[in-house]
């Protein structure tokens, strides 16, 4: 009987499909389709018959359902499937006594072994089938317009899912038996053991193997490698399999990353993890760099490991440190990541030997040097690695301050990501930081120097102050030697009661101790008792050291040379050569003596120490924060809250300057960025809401005082945005009814507190009011009766204050009330009117500095809920006249017999403070009169115009439904008709308000008008009335009455501006610009003629004027007020202010200029035009400066090209070698693109001429180089190249000419026109250089028409103006810094912006 073929495995398929070669196992025929079921039929049949041999005659089916996997049923499949798992399993189960059975012939082995072989080649191959198509079919399921493959995929794929798990269990139990045996007990092929390694690394091929539904696939792969690892030695293959799949598939790595680190630990496969890291380190850098892919792969691996088995990484960790230094930043990222989760899991803790220690330095060290990488996401990453090991506690000591200080470092970083982790880190550092819970520098320097003072005390201690003269124990022992003679012969004398008396002392356990008793003995003089010690000794220890007679004539000899012995060896500078020196009580007493001085000292050392490394760590958290605070307006919001929460942290460590940052976010509660505003919120509610204490009572108590140390000394700004969090929390119930109760109490002083925090429980209540107006409403008396009563002329502050809360009422009435409800106004004859009136009554005779403020408020209080307001400050003002004429009247009778008669002088007789009241008093009440007549009055007229039309609709609705016949455009007609009526009505309304300011205000009837003339005799002379309060209050008001009438305004318009320019008080000025601000708003037509006056203020001397014209002048151009054209380079020369401020709001203005379209683009061509004309007076280096400032905003590649052009032309036109050098600048600091290019090349001959100069030559040499680094394309590096040939031609012509007109003739330069130099009052003495007739009023434009409410102005047309066309823009309202906000001068409310037509 012939032998049976022997099957070989295949490399591919077909290969079993052709002759092999003799006795090698052929497929005879491939079934077709429909002779499949009933092979498979007969198969199984057989399969119960003859048991796994039964594939032997039967393996041609199988192979025909996987040749036609692709059309066979989906039941041929699973059932072929199935039916060889049982064929592998029954096979499995019976291999191990096959295997076992001594008797088993050659030829039964082989037919078991080519059994084996084709049964777990069918099995495989029918799972690498199923595993295709159901990848295939899950690559279908993401297309959504493949819904019956999707179907279709759902079914097949989840029953193929199902089975996938037991089918690899099965082959790890297969790979699990020593199958050795099977060839004859040599090692099994790599090839049958790479049948089920092929089919596992085919199912981790799916994307999807990473989800978490697949955990038990993942596992059962997971064992079944491990299986071939252990008993197929398949480490070599794995290697290089596992290596080239993470390079082509990113999702194995955390998969693998699982898997090794579980062979690892619970199979002891160690070394396959210094076998994988090897071959991923030797990887070239160079080629990682270009392949992202595989690179991504290698990093995610090598993290994840490390996080896993850190131990096993560290032992490997060399073989990677070359990646360190290659182009590859994932793989950088990944490096320095697994170094972290070293630190952190291995080399972390204070017991760790040298050699670790070592290691732990180095990782830290490289860890900071990747700070500073060149990458921005490695310094990002190494800043996220350094907070989790701080965070771990990681992080030694010795470490802690050169972190600290790359931290701070990295918040100046151009990466925003970098910022954010940089703020994350050193909020870790302080969170987790090992000095103290506070860290405040000033509590922290007073220890330090008391600590360090008291250790150079201890050090100076410590030092011996004179040497004494030392004597050798030797010398000392021939002193001592008769007594101790004497001593040691009378133990000899038989005298019974001393030798009672020596009984007393008994020999210690030890030698050592003995030793140190004698040397006792011998130093307190004892020698008796010394010699009778030795002696026992001797007896007791006899024959050890030193107790040992050395040869002696007799007893009493030893005992003497013993004694000798221990004295001369205990004894400092003794001989060490003798035995007892190191264990003699002398020596061991002294060093006892030294050390415990020592050991104080050490420890200072530590303490003084520990105390400069917090005070160190506290000054750069101050540093940090610094710079951090200025991060708040920034524009990328997640570093905005990322600096928030800092200084949330920061304020739990109680570090003083964590309030300026506190304070310093407020105004981000106006941020339009919803992050950014909820950030700000959930800090004031940790920092503010959540109180530790325990009972309601002490939390509301914790908060007001909290809530109250912010308002002291802030301003008006910080307080409104105070006030929008507060309301924001009351409008949540995040303010307990507690707090409210507290802040009442203060307020009606039934609970102690000082006159500031009763100022701060009113204002608190008025911010609460606006989120609950009722918490007012139902407690107006209190407010008035306690706060405006007999004692609040003690301090106007506090009535001040209340009046700001009761005018609550007036900007928050109630939501029920509809538009078209009567606004909440109280009665005139209401007490809270009676109370104010005689509060400022009474306080109009008394100087008080806080009385104007206080009279203020209260007029815009009277004003915003009186009825009939105009009557009651009539009356103020004509009791306050009174006062006057009164305190007048006495002054003229004291002085009756001197002067006759003294009307004209009556005024200068006044107390100054007296006067400066009524001035103050009539300003006010004029310009709330404006205002109430402007808003209120006209809003009132127009919600009753309307209500009557509503009605009147209302009546011809009813009339039209009972006359259904009118026609349709009759219908029209009429609406037409109600438009053009309610168009109409409110030009009535607005021309009957303009008639009553007109003409009746300051008209001989009114009573302003009896004060106009003693306003205008205080103007008009300075000399007379020099007191500057008086003069500045007195300017305020002029402004104010120019504001009710445009017919005054424009008769007086010509003093005030004279006031402005040639007024000596800084505080006239300006009050004077605030009110042409505001007259240039409501009177633009007569204002205009003068803006030159306004520019022209920004270079007054006095800083807080130049800030405050600067804020002005802001608001105006942005509103589009005023014209822009030429003056505004006024503007551009406050960037290089000296003050910070002054340079903050010029920033400020160009920043929201910028929003405005074109509009910095626009100005520029003239801005340069104005600021390199030799006479403004601007020197080249501050030219420069501003120029960097405001070339940043031009982003735009069209605007770049159309300024190179512009300013190349702009070349032909200049004048001095100044000028040539300021245009090239200007070039230079442009990013010049491929057309900008060719923009110089055509305009080359503008600026040819002027290359001689070095400056001008190096300028266009810098224009090409940024040009070159932006990344340049073939065909454009000719353009560069031939343009620098033209550019060095013509530097180097012009130089040669240059030398050779030194020897002939010069041409002269032509010399500039002469210009009148325009001077700077910053830079020349504030003298009246301008005469009278520099005031003579401008002839004003022709009245252009304007309506009530009037859209923006357009821009006036600009000379260089932008090719481009201007978007339109709404008109776009400057968002102000609080620290640009004037606190010394009074603002004046803006009036309605309604105009005349």
């Known amino acids: 009987m012939a032998a049976a073929p022997e099957f070989h495995l295949p490399l591919a398929p077909a290969d079993l499909l052709r002759d092999g070669g003799p006795g090698r196992y052929v497929v005879q025929e491939v079934l077709p389709t429909r002779e499949l079921p009933p092979a498979l039929a007969a198969f199984r049949a057989a399969f119960r018959a003859q048991g796994a041999l039964a594939v032997l005659q039967h393996f041609d089916c199988v192979y025909s359902v996987l040749h036609h996997f ?57 799972m690498d089938a199923f595993e295709m198509e159901t990848c295939k079919n899950s690559c279908l399921e993401a297309d959504p317009g493949r819904k019956n493959r999707k179907n279709h995929a759902k079914t097949s794929g989840s029953s193929w899912e199902e089975e996938r798990e037991p089918l690899l269990r099965l082959l790890t139990q297969l790979l699990q038996l020593d199958l050795r045996q099977l060839w004859g007990g040599l090692a099994v092929e790599e090839e049958f053991f790479s049948l089920m390694t092929g089919s596992c690394y085919r199912i981790l091929e799916n994307p999807s193997i990473g989800l978490q539904r697949y955990r038990v696939t993942r596992e059962a792969v997971t064992h079944l490698l491990a299986a071939a690892l252990v008993h197929c030695d398949h480490m070599f293959s794995a290697t290089l399999k596992i290596t080239q799949m993470l390079q082509h598939f990113e999702h194995v790595a955390p998969v693998f990353a699982q898997a090794v680190s579980l062979w690892a630990k619970e199979y002891g496969l160690k070394s396959l993890v210094g076998e994988l890291l090897r071959e991923i380190g030797q990887k070239c850098p160079q080629d990682l760099a270009r392949e992202a892919s595989g690179v991504k792969g290698y990093a995610t691996f090598i993290s994840e490991l490390a996080e896993q088995i850190p131990t096993l990484v560290l032992s490997n960790m060399s073989v990677l440190l070359p990646h360190l230094d290659g182009e590859s930043y994932m793989m950088r990222n990944a490096i320095l990541a697994a170094m972290a989760e070293v630190l952190v899991q291995v080399l972390n803790g204070d017991q760790l030997e040298e050699a670790a220690r070592g290691t ?16 921005s996401f490695v310094r990002s990453r190494v800043l996220q690695l350094f907070t989790r090991i701080v965070q771990r506690k990681a992080l030694p000591l010795t470490q802690f301050q050169s972190a600290v200080s790359l931290a701070v470092g990295r918040l100046q970083d151009k990466s925003v990501i970098v910022v954010k982790n940089a703020i994350q880190l050193l909020a870790a550092f302080l969170s987790n930081n090992p000095f103290s819970s506070k860290l405040s520098c000033t509590d922290l320097e007073e220890p330090l120097k008391k600590e360090v003072q008291k250790l150079k005390e ?20 021939e002193a001592m030697l008769p007594e101790v003679r004497a001593a040691t012969q009378q133990l000899f004398q038989p005298l019974q009661e001393e030798e009672e008396e020596e009984e007393v002392l008994e020999v210690e356990e030890t030698v050592e101790r003995t030793v140190e008793q004698i040397t006792g003995l011998l130093k307190r003089l004892n020698y008796k008792s010394a010699a009778h010690l030795t002696q026992k000794a001797l007896c007791r220890f006899q024959g050890t050291e030193p107790f040992i007679g050395a040869g002696e004539e007799n007893e009493e000899a030893t005992i003497l040379n013993v004694l000798k012995r221990l004295y001369t060896g205990s004894c400092p500078g003794g001989n060490s050569e003798d035995p007892p020196c190191d264990n003699s009580s002398d020596k061991i007493e002294e060093v006892a003596q030294e050390e415990q001085p020592q050991t104080e000292l050490v420890k200072q050392e530590m303490l003084v120490q520990y105390l400069q490394d917090a005070y160190n760590f506290s ?43 506190v304070r310093r976010m407020l105004p981000l509660i106006w941020s339009k960025e919803p992050g950014i505003k909820e950030a700000v919120l959930n800090a004031y509610r940790q920092l503010y809401l959540s109180p530790s204490e325990d009972s309601e009572r002490a939390k509301a108590q914790a908060l007001v005082h909290s809530l109250s140390l912010i308002m002291v000394d802030a301003s008006l700004g910080t307080i409104q945005c105070l006030e929008e969090i507060i309301s924001e929390f009351v409008q949540k119930d995040e303010i307990k009814p507690a707090v409210t109760q507290l802040l009442w109490e203060r307020f009606t002083e039934k ?78 004859n209401h007490m809270l009117f009676g109370s104010l009136s005689e509060t400022v009554s009474k306080g109009f005779a008394q100087p008080s500095t806080h009385w104007i403020p206080f009279m203020e408020a209260a007029v815009t209080l009277i004003y915003q809920l009186a009825e009939g307001a105009e009557e009651i400050c009539a009356d103020i003002l004509h009791v306050c006249s009174q006062q006057a004429l009164e305190k007048l009247q006495d002054a003229d009778e004291q002085k009756a017999g001197d002067a006759p008669c003294g009307v004209s002088d009556g005024a200068g007789s006044l107390p100054t403070f007296l006067l400066l009241h009524l001035v103050s008093l009539v300003g006010q009440v004029a310009l709330q009169q404006v205002a109430y007549l402007e808003v209120s009055v006209s809003t009132e007229l127009r919600r009753r115009r309307v209500l009557k039309e509503e009605k009147t609709k209302k009546q011809s609705d009813t009339s039209i439904k009972k006359q259904r016949a009118q026609s349709t455009g009759n219908e029209t007609t009429m609406e037409e008709e109600l438009g053009l009526v309610g168009a109409t009505a409110d030009d009535t309304e607005a021309e009957l308000i303009r008639s009553i300011c007109e003409t009746e205000l300051l008209d001989g009837k009114h009573l302003f008008s009896a004060f106009v003339p003693l306003v205008l005799k205080i103007c008009n002379n300075p000399g007379l009335y020099s007191d500057s309060a008086l003069s500045a209050a007195t300017a305020l008001t002029l402004g104010k009455l120019c504001m009710i009438s445009s017919e005054f305004c424009d008769s007086h318009l010509r003093l005030l501006f004279t006031m402005m320019e040639k007024s000596t008080l800084p505080d006239v000025r ?3 610009i605030i009110a042409a601000g505001d007259l240039a708003i409501r009177f633009p037509n007569q204002v205009e003629p003068w803006t030159s006056h306004l520019y022209a203020r920004l270079r007054d001397p006095c800083p807080s004027v130049r800030k405050t014209a600067g804020l002005v002048m802001t608001h105006l151009i942005l509103k589009d007020m005023v014209k ?60 420069h400066t501003i120029m960097r400032h405001l070339f940043s905003y031009i982003t735009k590649d069209k605007q770049t090209e159309s300024l190179v052009e512009k300013l190349c032309q702009r070349f032909r036109t200049a004048r001095t070698e100044r000028q040539y050098r300021d245009l090239s600048h200007c070039l230079a600091l442009l990013p010049v693109s491929e057309r900008g290019l060719h923009k110089l090349q055509d305009n080359y001959d503008c600026f040819a001429d002027k290359l001689q100069d070095p400056a001008v030559y190096n300028c266009f040499q810098t224009v090409l180089a940024r040009f070159r680094r932006a990344g340049i394309k073939p065909e454009t590096k000719a353009l560069a190249e031939e343009l620098e040939q033209k550019l060095s031609a013509s530097h180097n012509r012009g130089l040669d000419s240059t030398e050779t007109c030194q020897d002939g003739s010069q041409t002269p330069m032509p010399v500039p026109a002469k210009r009148k130099p325009i001077g700077s009052s910053r830079r020349q003495p504030l003298s009246p250089a301008n005469t009278d007739d520099d005031f003579v009023t401008p002839p004003s434009r022709t009245l252009r028409k304007r309506a009530q409410k009037r859209h923006p102005r357009k821009k006036n047309i600009i000379t260089f103006s932008s090719d481009e066309e201007n978007n339109s823009e709404d008109e776009l309202l400057a968002q102000l810094r609080e620290e640009e906000t004037p606190t010394k001068t009074t603002p004046i409310t803006r009036s309605s912006a309604r105009r005349l037509r």
């Open 70 to 126: 692709r059309t066979v049923g989906t039941a041929v499949k699973e059932d072929a499937l199935e039916l060889m798992m049982h064929v592998v399993s029954r096979h499995s189960n019976e291999l191990p006594d096959i295997l076992s059975d001594s008797g088993l012939s050659h030829a039964d082995r082989a037919a078991h072994l080519n059994a084996l072989k084709m049964s777990c080649y069918l099995l495989t191959g029918l």
């Open 360 to 375: 732990r330095d180095k990782f830290l060290d490289i860890l900071q040097a990747h700070v500073c990488d060149i990458n």
């Open 458 to 477: 201890m050090r100076d201690r410590g030092r011996p102050t004179a040497v004494a003269p030392m004597i050798a124990p030797e010398e000392e022992w």
């Open 619 to 661: 000054v750069k958290i101050t540093e940090a924060l610094n710079l951090i605070s200025k991060m708040m307006y920034e524009t990328s919001v997640s570093v905005v809250q990322e600096a928030i929460e800092f200084f949330v942290t920061v304020s739990q460590f109680g570090v003083p300057q964590a309030l300026l940052g």
């Open 751 to 828: 609970s102690p507190c000082s006159s500031l925090e009763r100022r701060a429980a009113v204002m608190l209540l008025g911010m609460m009011a606006r989120g609950k107006p009722e918490i007012i409403g139902s407690n107006l008396d209190i407010l008035v009766t306690v706060g405006l009563s007999e004692k609040a002329c003690e301090d106007y502050r506090l009535p001040q204050e209340v009046c700001y809360v009761i005018s609550k009422l007036a900007s928050n009435p109630k939501p029920a009330l509809e538009k078209s409800s009567a606004p909440f106004r109280l009665p005139q």
């Open 1070 to 1072: 300006s009050n004077l």
């Open 1124 to 1183: 822009v054209k030429g003056q505004v380079s006024e503007m551009a020369t406050l960037l290089i202010d000296p003050e910070e401020e002054i340079k903050g709001v010029a920033q400020n203005f160009f920043s929201e200029l910028a929003n405005k379209g074109n509009a910095v683009y626009n100005l520029l061509p003239d801005i340069i035009s104005h600021l390199s004309d030799p006479n403004s007076g601007i020197e080249e280096e501050s030219f």
